[in-house]
């Protein structure tokens, strides 16, 4: 595993971008102490107006939910939606805030502004005959098996409309108050009001050229924090996301640049190359599909075998690791296009 590059050979290589990664980053330490603060307006949290709220109780599902859709409306990933604002909901909320010359740890514009944009935090969603050819009923666990299916769909509808609606099975039967595991076309529920991940309009086989701006920007993935911050071409914070990263022995640490981005990719299941980093004769050919294990989207670099890439586990990221590349949620990979390109810079820290 290649050493974590020091702070001063970050800084020789590109000056701005760690610069302005380093300031966003910076303030996640202090997420939880400032939560712990007596209520008592401390004057470094108000805001030029002199305006200051603190996060909505965690009683306050509602209010909770609507600021973590209209983080994940600009872009600023909360992870799934589930009416409580957790370590990626303050991590998203400081990237936001700093961007906006907020102090972090001050709600007030978020809430007023969330309040405004997201009027209605659900929605209903009826399925849809058509939503079944996405559904693998009997979807096996087994590379070998999994190789001999032609579509890793997901298990059932319950499922495809959590990953739509950037939410969990759980929570999605929660706000209904019943089980929904016997989902048909034509059945209506309730969900959360985010603009959804349509996979039926999702790309397929999609070969993503070179193109500007997009090529000129970057993303900074910090390991420990566990979250990946885009840059513009003038080093401005444009989105964040959480992601799983690699196991610690497979982490490559440095700056890459991204050489390829499809749609809809298959996957290579090579134990060797996946325990050992040795690709080896002895694999499986996974067809594409929302469970497929590098989900909907692929972002390879120039690190042979490292990519940012989406996953078949949502309730997983931030919290378990890869095999050595960078996951994110299907419904946050599915914005990469709109983020990068081949030619864009990898910072991994």
């Known amino acids: 595993m290649n050493p974590p590059p020091s702070d001063a050979d970050m800084m020789l290589h590109f000056p701005a971008l760690f610069a302005a990664a380093s300031l966003l980053l910076v ?3 202090n997420l939880y102490a400032q939560a712990a603060a007596p209520r008592a307006v401390p004057l470094d949290l108000e805001d030029k107006n002199g305006n200051y709220a ?16 209209y983080l994940d ?18 991590k998203a909320a400081s990237v936001y805030n700093q961007i906006k ?33 996405f559904i693998s009923a009997n979807l096996p666990s087994s590379p070998p098996e999994q190789a001999r299916a032609k579509f890793l769909g997901y298990r059932s509808l319950l499922e ?8 969990s099975d759980a ?15 034509g059945s209506t529920i309730k969900v959360p009001n985010v603009t959804p991940f349509e996979i039926e309009n999702w790309a397929k086989n999609v070969q993503f050229k070179s193109e500007q701006p997009y090529t000129s920007h970057a993303v900074v993935v910090d390991i420990r924090a566990r979250v990946a911050i885009f840059f513009n071409h003038e080093n401005q914070p444009i989105a964040s996301f959480p992601i799983t990263p690699g196991q610690p022995k497979f982490i490559q640490f440095g700056e890459w640049k991204v050489t390829n981005m499809v749609s809809t990719p298959t996957f290579r299941w090579d134990k060797s190359m996946l325990e050992e980093g040795k690709r080896s004769d002895k694999f499986y050919d996974l067809p594409l599909g929302p469970n497929n294990p590098v989900g909907v989207m692929w972002c390879g670099t120039s690190r042979s075998g490292i990519g940012l890439h989406g996953t078949p586990t949502p309730h997983t990221i931030g919290r378990a690791e890869s ?11 599915v914005r990469l296009p709109a983020l990068l390109r081949p030619g864009s810079r990898v910072v991994i820290r």
């Open 323 to 333: 095999h050595g590349c960078i996951r994110l949620a299907n419904w946050d990979a």
């Open 101 to 133: 010359g907020i102090p972090v740890g001050n709600y007030y514009q978020m809430i007023e502004s969330s309040k405004k944009r997201v009027p209605d935090i659900y929605t209903t969603y009826t399925f849809k005959e058509g939503d079944l050819k």
């Open 171 to 185: 929570f999605l039967q929660q706000v209904n108050g019943k089980n929904l595991y016997n989902l048909q076309p």
């Open 54 to 69: 603190p996060l909505p109780a965690k009683t306050d599902l509602e209010g909770n939910l609507r600021l973590q859709i």
């Open 27 to 29: 303030s996640f330490s």
């Open 160 to 167: 495809m409309a959590a990953e739509r609606f950037h939410t």
């Open 73 to 90: 409306e600009n872009n600023y990933g909360p992870g799934y939606l589930d009416g409580k604002i957790g370590e990626f909901g303050k």
